[in-house]
């Protein structure tokens, strides 16, 4: 089967950076759409960043100019560089990724476990 594991979340003061890193691993035949979305406690999943396979991005207005969304297609790897890190940026971060086991199966989305990212004032 196909896994998301998540890396990087942490505490930091508001201000600083924090990279997090999405490494997708098991039967992948192709990789589409790879995004990072965020929930905050009592909010809605929202999405934050996303690449498509040729590298186009799209961000939500709120971290445009501070989250820098890319990948490694080798490595079927996404990352998301977050500076100028705010309080209200805190929220458990999710992977996404938009991925086909075969050329018969039709594309699925899959999620990471999360990672928490907390930003002190």
């Known amino acids: 089967q196909v896994q998301l594991v998540e890396s990087g979340g942490g505490l930091v003061q508001a201000g600083g950076s924090l990279r997090l890193s999405c490494a997708a691993s098991g039967r992948i035949f192709s990789i589409n759409v790879m995004g990072w979305y965020r929930q905050a406690p009592g909010k809605q999943r929202e999405l934050v960043a996303s690449i498509t396979n040729s590298g186009s991005t799209n961000y939500a207005d709120a971290v445009k100019g501070r989250f820098t969304i890319s990948r490694d297609n080798a490595k079927n790897t996404v990352y998301l560089q977050m500076n100028s890190l705010k309080p209200e940026d805190t929220a458990v971060y999710y992977c996404?990724?938009?991925?086909?086991?075969?050329?018969?199966?039709?594309?699925?989305?899959?999620w990471g476990q999360g990672t928490q990212v907390t930003v002190s004032s």
């Open positions: 996404n990724s938009e991925i086909l086991i075969s050329s018969w199966a039709p594309w699925r989305d899959y």
